[in-house]
């Protein structure tokens, strides 16, 4: 029902066509929901699915056209994970990945989907993780406001389309939060670091 991913990650011409379609880019930051077309915002009571669709609603009402979103969320809806697979190909990198998800992460107790950009030339690499049950409530949610979901990114990502960084081959970004901070660096649009510590954490002597 949603392709989880972000241009640089899209494998397939199908996805591309599908990102081709979205004419409506929603950004949540500090319990806002934000059109960064128009840079209108929605307070926002949590970060539910009926929440977010009602408030998506709100900012979108006005047109009279299905619409087509790209959702961006905090970093902390997703999970980061590093693996090994030096020798496995591009195209079989999620199969294989799959394969391995209860060592990943041996405790998650729902399915997940999976985003990444492999470099066969890297020994490690790095998986997103989303959850694939709130992934499909949100998708519902929307379709409800006769909204379309297409897409689910990290917003952290929408700075690497930026274009006046879309031309260097090494990113290192940074972001803070009311729920925390991340850094995140990216070789040639692969993911090579996600590091990630949330305000409790932060506020933890020890």
Sequence with gaps: KIIFSIASFFKTNEYQELLKKVDSH????NKKLINLKSGDSVDLE???????????YHLLKDNKKILYIALYLPPAEFVA???QLANVAAQDIMS??????ENLL???????LLSANHNESRAT????WFDKPRSEQLYDAFNEQALELITIIPRTLLATINKSLSGQNHLHINESDQQGLLTIALEQQSLIQWSQISSREIKDEE
């Design 125 to 128: 690499n790095i998986a997103l």
């Design 26 to 29: 929603l950004l949540v930051w």
């Design 81 to 83: 994970t590093e693996y």
């Design 96 to 101: 294989a990945l799959q394969y391995q998800i």
């Design 106 to 112: 041996p405790a998650y107790p729902r399915s997940l």
């Design 46 to 56: 949590d970060l539910e699915p009926e929440s977010l669709a009602l408030a998506a």
